[in-house]
């Protein structure tokens, strides 16, 4: 009988560990069962517990990590030379050129997009234990932004009409989704109604539309109306292009008393300006909603390419996001653009990030800054 090992990459290079069940490899499990295959699956950093396996699976998520997954990969191809290698994911199918450049010779089949070999299978959530349900209930999404990576891997948009494939014991199902909105109010209508039945929470991650929101009343009321099943309602503000459909969404849902539970993405250092960011905070934490900035990255080396996006994420992004409490620290305390640009090159200099802070030693540094919490009045305690 076949030995197939899977092996999570999960964990290595400069990635945080993700907590996200490794869909593919999953999803793989099913596949080789099926053909009666022996699957073992494999988290990196563990010494493989089977000897001489037929196949190796791996699957690359972050493009900023290709170096080390291809250290790691070419380790398996050196130890195990009689084996398939077969890799796939988002980063190999972003980089196809480094990884052939790169990966040692050997018995490797690439995939490139979408696996059409896996499409039908559900996740195996026997393998490990995992908190919540992965997966999808549409693929690819017809828009075209210059900076975002899905109209390349996904080019194809379509309703997955057997999506409930992906849906576990777990009490939650995270929705991968690109842009759920572009499909209507019906078939939103028919997933939540579907999930409802389950007993299930869901959080479409990937962000939703908010120009689709803002013109499509129907779909509104869907969402407003199963509001109580979402974990977090997502939204993206990745331009200012979209900022008047933005800032409609965020009241809509701040007017529906959704503050928290809403969560934005927010793409910086593409064209946007700090200074538009800080609006965006700023209208946000009014509404007392979360944001999650997402510097932009050149796709080969995971760089990022702005100074100040680099400066923004080093200094509040200590826990990859803020959410809508400290959003509300960053606009309450700092209360100007020119203070925070004050306070972030203050922090660039001596390597703070506000999440090691408390609050008195944000005072101090405020103090030193000549920054102080003001009323409406009291303009003179500025320099
Ligand atoms: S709308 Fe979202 S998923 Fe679609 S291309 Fe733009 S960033 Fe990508």
Redesign the pocket.
Known sequence: MKKVLLVDLNGIGKQSINAFPPLALLRLANLYKEKAYDVYFHEVKQKPKIKNPDIICFSTIFSFNDKSYIRYINAYIKAYPSATIRIGGPAVSINEDFYKKYLRNGNVEITIGQDDEIEKYGPDYSIKKYNFSAGYTTKG?????P?????KIEPKTYKDKNWTRFIGYHRHFNAMD??ILIFGASWLSEVLKELRIRKKTIDFN??M?CRIFVKNKKIQDVLLNNSDIFSAIRF?W?SEGVSDYAKKTSDILASNGIHRKAFWYMLIGFEETPKDVWNRIVYLANNRQSIKPMPYRNLSDGKIISAWAQAFQNIFLGHWFINGIITEIIVDELKTYENMIKFMSYCEQHYFKLSTMNKDMRQDIYRKLNICKQSETDINCFV
């Open positions: 999404c017809s828009r075209k932004c900076w975002c990576v899905v109209p690109n842009n990937q962000g539309d993206s990745d």
